[in-house]
C-alpha cells in the first residue's frame, strides 16, 4: 500500500491511459445549463475529459467553478432545473447522455458509484448499516439475504472497521464521522464498481482522519482495479491521491497533465497562482509569502471577452487574451494542455515570493494562561465534559502564537474564555496583568474589552444578515474609539475599510451582496476598530478557498505587523501555522500536548501526536519527502476522560500500561520546548524528521534538526 | 512576508446592483403570483372599508319596511336586504370595517407577547424558558374555540376583550417561534461579537436577533389574521360577537341560517366574505413563505 503513495509524493513516470484501449469514461464538449424562472445560467460550457481504467484522476478548482456539477451529470443527478444541453458522457462505450431512467438505474450504484462530502447525510438515520449496506448487493447482484450479509461483513472489514459484524447492527449516529465516511465507501464499493466519484470525500473530516481514509482508498483501489474521478479544493490531497490532474476555472479546464508535470511545472497562470496560495508545510515563517489571486471567480454572467481568468492575470495581454475565446492548447508534453494563449511566454515555475525573515525577539508576556480548566457539566448528571485541562502557555507582545488541534482538542472554548464569551472553571488568566479568567465580557472594564478582539471562523454567519456590514464596526467605533460626531466616525470607517483593502461602498451593503472573503475582511476590521492589542483568531480562514485563504492571511499578518498587535491564531492547519507563527501550542483532547518555537515543533524530537499530525499533512510539493505515520481510530470523547495520557489510545509510540494510568511528565527540550510524553527526550530525539530535506524544503527552512 | 500595499487597487465587489436587501425581497415578493392574488382581495375589502362612510349605501342598521316583503337583490338593495330589512352589501361593507379593524389589532397585541416571551425563554433558556414553556403548554392543550367561549362569555363581547382573547389564545404559538429561530440565532458569530463590545441584554434581542426572525413572523402573523378573522366569525355565528345592531359578519349568518332554504344569499353573501379575506391572507402568507425562502 504504501508504493502508491510514495510514488505519489516522488513523481511517477506518465500516467497516460494505454494506448488503443478505450477509456472507462469520457466526457465530451459537456454542457451544462440551470434553468431558473428568469433566464439559464451556463454552469459549464463545454467541459471534456477521460478516465482510462484503473486510474485516479483528480478535478480541481475553487467553489463555484463546477466541478461538482460535471460530477453530478455523470451520475444523471442535475436535480429539477439542471440540464445537460449538448455534448456527450460516454461510460464503458455507452452514451449516458439522454439515456431512460431504466438505463441510468443498471449503470448507477453498480457500475458507478459516488461517495459525498456528507457522511451522515449519505445515510439513512433509521436504518441500521446493514440493512442500507445490504441493498446494494441485493439489488444489483441478486445476491440472496446471507450472501448479501456476508458481502457486507467482508466488505466492512476491508474498510478497516472492527467487529464487522456488530458493526451491520448498528445505526448511523452510533459511529464516528470517519466510520461513518469509511461505511460510505464500503457501500460505494460492494457492487465493485468500474469507476468511483469522490466528492471532497474527507473535507468535514480531522486531518489524521482523513489521512486514513486516503490511505485506505488507495488501497481499495488498487485491490478492486476501480478508476477513481477525485473532487477537491485541496491541491496537497489531490497531489497524493491522483495520477492525472484537470485544473477547472469557472466550468472550464484550464489545464490538465499527470501529477507530477502540472506540480513541478504549471503552466497555467491561475495555476500557479493556486499553487503560490498554499503555505507550504516545508518553509518556516518568513521563508516564503503567499501570493494570493486579485479579484474573484467569475459567475456565468460576468465572464469577460477572450480569456476568462484575464482580468486576474498579471500576464494579461489585450492584444492575444481579450479577443476570442482561449483554445485548450498542448504543451511541453503531449498529455499537458493548457488553455492560455501566452503559456510559452510565462515561466513554469511556481510563483513562488521570497518573504523577509523575521527576527522574532523575545517579548515580555502580554498574555499569561495558567492552569486553565474547564468543564461543561451535561444536564446535570455526572457526565462531565473536559474541554480543556492545565492548560499554560504565554504570548509574547507582538507576537503570533499558533494554537493546534483537531476538533474536539478545546482550542475554540479556550479561545471563548479569553474573550470572555465563557468563564474559566479555574486557572488563571493574566493579561496586562488583569485577571480575566472568571470575568465575561459584560463585566470587563472598558479598557480590556477595546484590547481583547475575535475575528471568528464562520463568514456566513459572522455579520448580522439584517444590517450593513458597516453599522458593527459604527457601533464598536462609537463605543470604545471616544469618536462623538458622526463625521468623525464615518472617516475612521473609511480608513478601516482600506485596511482591509474593501471599496468605500461596501459599508452600505448586506452581507448577503459581499463573498466570504469580503466578510471576512469586514470581520477583520471590526475586530481592529477598536486598536485592540490582542486578537484570537479562531480558524479565521479555514471556511474559504484556498485563493481567498491565502488573501485574508496575508492581510491579518500585514495588519498584525503594522498594528504590533499580539495574535493567537488557532487552526487545525499546520502548513497554515507554520507560515504564520512565532510559537505553536499542540493540543489534542483539551491538554497541551507540546508547545515551542516553531521550528522547535517542526523538528524532532516531537511529540508522537505532533509527528502523527505533520505526516498527515498534503503537500503538494513533490520535492518533499514526508514520513507515514497513521493513528488508528479517531479522537475519543471527552467526556469521563481516563488519567494518563490523552493521547494514549491512538499513540503509535505508546510504551504501555504507563501511558493509561499515569500523566505524562512535561519536559523540557529546550527553555522554550515542552513536551508532555512518558518517552524520554533522547528517544524522541532519533525520531527521522517527518520531512526529509530535499531540494527545496533545505533552503526553505526545515533545518534546525 | 511583503507588507501589501495599502494603495493596492481594492477588490472588485462581488455583486451587481446596489439595491438594498430588503428592497430585493418585496420586488421578489411582488413576483409571486400567490402573493400578488392574496394582497389583492385584501387591498379589495380595505379600500371598501375605508371608504365605507362617502359610499352611497343605506345605512347598515336602518330597516326597509318594504324591502321585508321581498328581500332578494334589487335596484335599491344589490344584494338584497336580511329578514329586518337592513341592506346586506352595506352590511358587509360596514362589517368590513370591524373585522380589519379587530383581527389585525389583536394579532399585534398577541405579536407584542408572544415575541416578549419567545424572545425571553429562548436568549436565557433554564428556569425562565421551563416556566415559559409550562405556561405554553397550559394554554395550548385547551381547545382554542372553548377558550374563546369561557373568555368571551365570561366577561362580554367587545372588541378589547376579543384582543385579551386572542392575545393569551396566540402567544404562546408565536413565542414558540421565536423561541425556537432565538435558539440558533444566538449561536451565531455575530451574537458573540456584540457580546465582546458589551452591548446591552435588550440591544442584543432588538437589534441582533429580531431583525432576523421577521420573515417567519410576517408569514405567522398572516396566517393568524386570517384564524382571527375566522374565530370572529364563529363567535359572531355563536352569538357571542359585537352586540348587534352592529354588523358582525359571523353574526349576520347566525341571523339568517333559520331562512336558508328560502332566501340563501343571505347567508351566503357574508360566508363568501370571510372566506375571501381570510384567503387573501393566507395566500399572501404563503407568497411570502415561497418568495422569501432561503
Known amino acids: 500500500m504504501n508504493a502508491i503513495i510514495e510514488q505519489g509524493v516522488l513523481g511517477r513516470p506518465s500516467a497516460q491511459p494505454p494506448q488503443g484501449s478505450a477509456p472507462l469514461l469520457e466526457i465530451r464538449d459537456l454542457r451544462i445549463e440551470y434553468r431558473g424562472r428568469d433566464e439559464s445560467v451556463v454552469a459549464v460550457p463545454g467541459v471534456s475529459l477521460q478516465i482510462a481504467p484503473g486510474e485516479s484522476y483528480g478535478l480541481v478548482g475553487e467553489s463555484g467553478c463546477g466541478k461538482t456539477t460535471t460530477a453530478m451529470a455523470v451520475m444523471g443527478y442535475l436535480g429539477g432545473t439542471g440540464r445537460v444541453t449538448s455534448g456527450s458522457i460516454r461510460f464503458e462505450g455507452e452514451e449516458l447522455v439522454g439515456a431512460s431512467a431504466a438505463q441510468l438505474r443498471a449503470i448507477r450504484g453498480r457500475r458507478v458509484a459516488m461517495v459525498y462530502q456528507e457522511p451522515m447525510s449519505a445515510l439513512n438515520p433509521v436504518k441500521t448499516i446493514g440493512a442500507q449496506l445490504a441493498e446494494v448487493p441485493r439489488r444489483h447482484l441478486n445476491a440472496s439475504r446471507s450472501e448479501a450479509r456476508d458481502m457486507c461483513a467482508t466488505m466492512l472489514e476491508n474498510v478497516r472497521l472492527p467487529d464487522p459484524l456488530a458493526m451491520l447492527k448498528r445505526f448511523p449516529h452510533q459511529l464516528s464521522g470517519g466510520q461513518q465516511q469509511r461505511v460510505v465507501i464500503a457501500m460505494a464499493l460492494l457492487a465493485r464498481p468500474a469507476l468511483l466519484l469522490l466528492d471532497e470525500p474527507t473535507t468535514g473530516l480531522d486531518v489524521t482522519v482523513e489521512a486514513a481514509i486516503l490511505d485506505l482508498i488507495a488501497d481499495l483501489r488498487k485491490q478492486y482495479g476501480t478508476s477513481l474521478l477525485y473532487i477537491s479544493h485541496n491541491l496537497g490531497l489531490i497531489a497524493s491521491a491522483c495520477d492525472r490532474v484537470g485544473i477547472m476555472y469557472s466550468g472550464e479546464m484550464i489545464e490538465e497533465a499527470d501529477t507530477a508535470t502540472l506540480f513541478s511545472s504549471p503552466r497555467h497562470p491561475y495555476t500557479q497562482g493556486l499553487l503560490g496560495c498554499i503555505p507550504a508545510i516545508g518553509s518556516a515563517k518568513g521563508t516564503r509569502s503567499l501570493a494570493p489571486i486579485p479579484g474573484h471567480l467569475p459567475l456565468p454572467h460576468e465572464r469577460p471577452q477572450g480569456c476568462w481568468f484575464g482580468p486576474r492575470c498579471a500576464h494579461f495581454r489585450e492584444e492575444t487574451c481579450g479577443g476570442n475565446a482561449i483554445a485548450l492548447l498542448q504543451a511541453d508534453a503531449l498529455t499537458h494542455h493548457v488553455r492560455c494563449a501566452r503559456w510559452q511566454d510565462i515561466d513554469a515555475a511556481r510563483a513562488d515570493t521570497a518573504g523577509e525573515a523575521i527576527q522574532a525577539a523575545d517579548a515580555q508576556a502580554a498574555l499569561v494562561i495558567d492552569a486553565v480548566s474547564k468543564q461543561y457539566v451535561l444536564g446535570g448528571s455526572k457526565r462531565v465534559v473536559q474541554a480543556n485541562e492545565q492548560v499554560s502557555f504565554e504570548v509574547g507582545k507582538g507576537e503570533i502564537v499558533g494554537l493546534v488541534g483537531e476538533s474536539g482538542c478545546g482550542k475554540s472554548s479556550l479561545a471563548r474564555m479569553l474573550v470572555g464569551l465563557e468563564a474559566a472553571s479555574s486557572g488563571s488568566i493574566r493579561f496586562d496583568d488583569t485577571e480575566l479568567a472568571q470575568l465575561p465580557a459584560k463585566k470587563r472594564p472598558r479598557d480590556m474589552l477595546k484590547s481583547i478582539q475575535m475575528v471568528f471562523q464562520n463568514p456566513d454567519s459572522t455579520l448580522n444578515p439584517s444590517h450593513s456590514v458597516a453599522s458593527p464596526i459604527r457601533r464598536a467605533l462609537k463605543k470604545f474609539g471616544g469618536y462623538k460626531d458622526k463625521a468623525q466616525i464615518e472617516q475612521r470607517l473609511q480608513q478601516l475599510l482600506q485596511l482591509v483593502r474593501l471599496p468605500a461602498e461596501v459599508a452600505q451593503r448586506r452581507p448577503a451582496q459581499l463573498s466570504g472573503g469580503q466578510k471576512q475582511r469586514i470581520a477583520i476590521a471590526r475586530a481592529f476598530a477598536t486598536d485592540p492589542s490582542l486578537i484570537v483568531a479562531d480558524e479565521p480562514v479555514s471556511a474559504l478557498d484556498v485563493s481567498v485563504q491565502a488573501a485574508i492571511v496575508t492581510l491579518l499578518l500585514s495588519i498584525q505587523k503594522e498594528q504590533q498587535s499580539t495574535l493567537l491564531f488557532i487552526s487545525h492547519d499546520l502548513a497554515l501555522v507554520r507560515h504564520v507563527a512565532d510559537r505553536v501550542v499542540v493540543m489534542y483532547l483539551g491538554r497541551v500536548m507540546e508547545k515551542g518555537r516553531a521550528e522547535e515543533i517542526f523538528a524532532p524530537p516531537y511529540h508522537p501526536y505532533t509527528e502523527a499530525l505533520l505526516s498527515a499533512v498534503h503537500s503538494p510539493d513533490a520535492s518533499v519527502k514526508q514520513e507515514r505515520v497513521r493513528l488508528t481510530g479517531e479522537t475519543p470523547s471527552p467526556i469521563n476522560v481516563p488519567p494518563g495520557c490523552r493521547f494514549a489510545s491512538r499513540c503509535h509510540r505508546k510504551l504501555g500500561d504507563i501511558c493509561d494510568t499515569v500523566a505524562p511528565p512535561v519536559r523540557d527540550a529546550t527553555p522554550t520546548h515542552q513536551i508532555a510524553c512518558h518517552i524520554s527526550l533522547d528517544e524522541l530525539r532519533k525520531v527521522r524528521p517527518v520531512f526529509h530535506a530535499t531540494l527545496q524544503s533545505s533552503q526553505a527552512g526545515a533545518n534546525n534538526e | ?294
Not at chain 2, 329586518?84 to 405579536?111: E, K, N, Y
Not at chain 2, 417567519?216 to 348587534?244: E, K, N
Request: proline letters at 7%; glycine letters at 8%.
Open chain 2, 1 to 294: 512576508m511583503s507588507t501589501v500595499d495599502p494603495k493596492a487597487v481594492p477588490l472588485a465587489v462581488a455583486t451587481s446592483g446596489t439595491s438594498a436587501a430588503p428592497r430585493r425581497a418585496w420586488t421578489r415578493l411582488f413576483r409571486s403570483r400567490t402573493a400578488v392574488i392574496g394582497l389583492s382581495l385584501i387591498v379589495f375589502w380595505v379600500v371598501l372599508a375605508l371608504l365605507a362612510p362617502i359610499l352611497p349605501l343605506p345605512s347598515p342598521t336602518a330597516q326597509d319596511a318594504l324591502a321585508m316583503a321581498d328581500p332578494t337583490p334589487s335596484a335599491a338593495h344589490w344584494l338584497g336586504t336580511d329578514i329586518l330589512g337592513r341592506d346586506i352589501l352595506a352590511r358587509l361593507i360596514f362589517g368590513a370595517r370591524t373585522v380589519l379593524l379587530v383581527a389585525p389589532l389583536s394579532v399585534a397585541v398577541a405579536m407584542l407577547a408572544g415575541i416578549t416571551l419567545g424572545m425571553l425563554a429562548g436568549y436565557f433558556g433554564g428556569w425562565v424558558e421551563a416556566l415559559v414553556d409550562r405556561f405554553s403548554d397550559l394554554v395550548l392543550a385547551f381547545p382554542v374555540l372553548v377558550l374563546y367561549v369561557i373568555l368571551i362569555a365570561n366577561v362580554g363581547a367587545s372588541v378589547i376583550n376579543i384582543v385579551i382573547a386572542t392575545t393569551i389564545a396566540s402567544a404562546p404559538g408565536i413565542g414558540r417561534i421565536v423561541r425556537g429561530l432565538v435558539l440558533d440565532l444566538k449561536q451565531q458569530e455575530y451574537v458573540a461579537a456584540a457580546r465582546l463590545r458589551a452591548e446591552s441584554t435588550l440591544y442584543i434581542m432588538a437589534y441582533e436577533l429580531l431583525p432576523n426572525c421577521r420573515g417567519p413572523l410576517l408569514v405567522d402573523a398572516c396566517l393568524r389574521i386570517g384564524y382571527t378573522i375566522i374565530t370572529i366569525g364563529v363567535l359572531g355565528f355563536l352569538g357571542l360577537g359585537l352586540p348587534p345592531p352592529n354588523p358582525d359578519w359571523g353574526g349576520m349568518v347566525r341571523e339568517t341560517t333559520t331562512v336558508i332554504n328560502v332566501w340563501p344569499l343571505m347567508s351566503i353573501a357574508p360566508s363568501v366574505a370571510i372566506v375571501s379575506l381570510v384567503l387573501g391572507f393566507n395566500l399572501l402568507a404563503d407568497g411570502m413563505r415561497e418568495a422569501w425562502k432561503p
